[in-house]
């Protein structure tokens, strides 16, 4: 399903070929991390006009410029620029405060990253800015949420605790009729796994924490767009003032150079335990975009080339107790937020706390899993302990 044009490399090829500069890295395969603030300008006359191919330490540097090469490369033809800032909430809040202005309506998916919420309903509010929720699987019904004055529409496909994938391509055709931009919180997938720009989004966001770092050891954003978005988030993000460390980069970097062989094995071995899993006698549902049952398969099969290592399990009914007797027991699985890197986590979490425009009531205690890159019988036998936990625990 790789609808890219025939003179393209293949992704994996682009990944590893892209930014790199050899004769200036003096033969090096990697760039040097610059560290810098000042850049010193040649002559008075390069100083008033500006000139040079890098002109302040926030602007960029050869490091952040080998990034964003490398993941304008992934993204396809249709981005136009990469925004480099220094988390996914901040890419996340740079891209709506680039596009939005007082008085303006934003459309969210109800299944969105709940920090992503917080800041419209806090800092965008405040700002003269309304925020309107809705369905996750709305489709082409959204046309019916769109005011005179709604001027982007914020998804994520799936969202990364419930898992319901929203149709992004009916979404954009209603929202671009309308003149309205769409916005993709794409951290899931990656650009490797779901073009967004291809079908229809024009701004796709990654919190480069997860899979692009890949090994939990940074925190990183980064803000793709097409030509018609990306004047709007360049000026954003310079009005702003948001970058990143260099080592910072670096390591997104060297992230992205594995990602293929990384998120290949996410993919694998996280349809595997939910295949598992979806056996279990302790699990009532698995939510998972992957798996043929999945009320958000057909949406995945079309628009999406893989799956990452990342879905949640609705649990038959137990207390609470036995659910964090169940994780207390875990030695593989650890709990923690973010994911994305080589270890396997489980979380448990509720997103009916929150939600405004859908009920959540998965009738049962749910968990987030992220499968690393463990082996699959090791992790197997842990649940399985952790199974036996539970079911002591009832
Ligand atoms: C983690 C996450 C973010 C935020 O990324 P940070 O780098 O932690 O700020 C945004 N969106 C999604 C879907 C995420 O999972």
């Excluded at 898992?163 to 209603?174: G, H, N, Q, T």
């Excluded at 970097?253 to 996410?266: D, I, P």
């Excluded at 699985?333 to 706390?353: K, Q, R, V």
């Excluded at 929150?354 to 009531?361: C, E, I, L, N, V």
Aim: glycine share 10%; charged share 20%; with cysteine.
């Amino acid at each position: 399903m790789d609808s890219s044009p025939p003179q393209e490399q293949h992704a994996e090829t682009r990944l590893v070929t892209s930014g790199r500069d050899t004769k200036a890295q003096k033969g090096f395969v990697n760039p040097p991390v610059f560290h810098g603030s000042t850049v010193l300008y040649p002559t008075a006359e390069d100083l008033h006009a500006h000139r040079g191919e890098f002109t302040y330490g926030r602007h960029g540097s050869p490091t952040t410029k080998a990034f964003q090469e490398t993941l304008m490369a992934l993204e396809g033809p249709q981005c136009a620029g990469v925004g480099i800032v220094p988390s996914g909430l901040s890419a996340i809040s740079t891209t709506l405060l680039s596009v939005l202005k007082t008085g303006d309506h934003l459309l969210v998916c109800d299944n969105v990253y709940r920090p992503s919420r917080n800041f419209c309903n806090g800092m965008l509010a405040r700002y003269g800015i309304e925020t309107a929720y809705f369905d996750p699987m709305i489709g082409a019904g959204i046309d019916k949420l769109f005011k005179q004055n709604t001027r982007a529409v914020l998804v994520e496909a799936p969202g990364s605790q419930s898992f319901e994938m929203p149709d992004i391509r009916a979404i954009a055709e209603v929202a671009h009729a309308r003149d309205a931009l769409v916005i993709d919180d794409n951290t899931w997938a990656t650009p490797l796994y779901h073009r967004s720009l291809d079908q229809g989004v024009d701004i796709s966001m990654q919190a480069a924490t997860k899979y692009i770092g890949g090994h939990s050891d940074i925190m990183f954003g980064t803000i793709s767009a097409n030509a018609k978005a990306w004047p709007m988030v360049a000026e954003g993000i310079r009005l702003l003032g948001v970058c990143a460390g260099p080592d910072d980069v670096f390591l997104a970097l060297r992230g992205l150079r594995t990602l293929s062989v990384r998120l290949a094995q996410h993919h694998r071995s996280g349809l595997d335990m939910a295949r598992w899993l979806a056996g279990r006698p302790e699990v009532a549902r698995v939510l998972h975009p992957g798996l043929e049952t999945d009320p958000g398969h057909a949406i995945w099969k079309r628009d999406f080339t893989g799956a990452s290592g990342l879905f949640s399990i609705v649990l038959k009914p137990a207390p609470q107790k036995a659910v964090d007797t169940m994780l207390n027991t875990l030695k593989l699985f650890g709990m923690g937020f973010s994911w994305g890197g080589f270890e396997s986590l489980a979380i448990p979490f509720d997103c009916d706390a929150y939600r405004t425009a859908t009920k959540w009531a998965p009738g049962g205690p749910t968990l987030r899993l992220h499968i690393g890159l463990e082996s699959v019988d090791d992790l197997k036998a842990d649940l399985d302990r952790g199974f036996a936990a539970l079911k002591a625990a009832m």
